[in-house]
Nanobody, 121 residues
Framework: QVQLVESGGGLVQPGGSLRLSCAAS????????MGWYRQAPGKQRDLVAA???????NYADSVKGRFTISRDNPKNTVYLQMNSLKPKDTAVYYC???????????????WGKGTKVTVSS
């Protein structure tokens, strides 16, 4: 059984910063691309940023220059540093990744339960 646990969300004023973390645990043999998605109330879940095992990244246009995604492979953890936050960044942020488990070597797509980010004065 593999589990993704996010942390780091909260309430922040416009212009502020937050750092989200997502740690994968369980019987893990390999992890592929790790990504952060977000879903605002009444809207679909959209990709925010993703990072490959080698460190290549891609970002949604709306967060380029403000957010930075990174990963610590030995710790099976992905981070999202969010700077210059805006009210439109308010959403529940979810971690997502494909994991190859160590029991049967099968790949599964996994979601965390999400962490809420509210940007408001």
């Amino acid at each position: 059984q593999v589990q993704l646990v996010e942390s780091g969300g909260g309430l922040v004023q416009p212009g502020g910063s937050l750092r989200l973390s997502c740690a994968a645990s369980g019987s893990i043999f390999s992890i592929n691309v790790m990504g952060w998605y977000r879903q605002a109330p009444g809207k679909q879940r959209d990709l925010v940023a993703a990072v490959t095992p080698s460190g290549s990244t891609n970002y949604a246009d709306s967060v380029k220059g403000r957010f930075t995604i990174s990963r610590d492979n030995p710790k099976n953890t992905v981070y999202l540093q969010m700077n210059s936050l805006k009210p439109k960044d308010t959403a529940v942020y979810y971690c997502n990744t494909d994991i190859q488990n160590g029991y049967d070597m099968n790949w599964t797509n996994n979601w965390g339960k999400g962490t809420k980010v509210t940007v408001s004065s």
